[in-house]
């Protein structure tokens, strides 16, 4: 069996606000960890039919970032539930949500 790890670090301040994010995982042939302004990891409990999340960002991660980082993130989870369900009404719709998030953050950033 193959295994792969995934290892995330959280740079704190004195306030316990993520400073810094850095991850790397083993696949990659770089020893270089990664940094990133922002995360969101999830989990499904299948026991308790619950979603566990830790979303996480840092005093660095503009408002302009964080809505280009939701859009896509929820391109992506469209493009997810498709290759699992092929309920491509579902996909659609939720890309369509994506695409006027996308276009109302924009708006509102422009006031």
Not at 70 to 76: A, C, D, I, R, V
Not at 85 to 93: I, N, P, R
Request: hydrophobic share 40%; net charge negative.
């Amino acid at each position: 069996m193959q295994q792969s790890q995934i290892t995330i670090d959280i740079h704190l301040d004195t306030d316990k606000i993520p400073r810094q994010i850095n991850w790397k995982t083993s696949n990659n042939s770089s020893e270089d960890a990664q940094n990133a302004k922002a995360m969101m990891l999830a989990f499904w409990d299948g026991q308790e039919k619950s979603a566990l999340r830790i979303d996480l960002w840092t005093k660095d991660m503009m408002v302009d970032e964080m809505s280009d980082f939701f859009y896509q993130t929820l391109m992506t989870m469209a493009d997810t539930y498709n290759r699992a369900t092929h309920q491509q009404e579902l996909v659609d719709s939720l890309k369509t949500f994506a695409a006027e998030f996308y276009k109302k953050s924009r708006e509102l950033l422009e006031k």
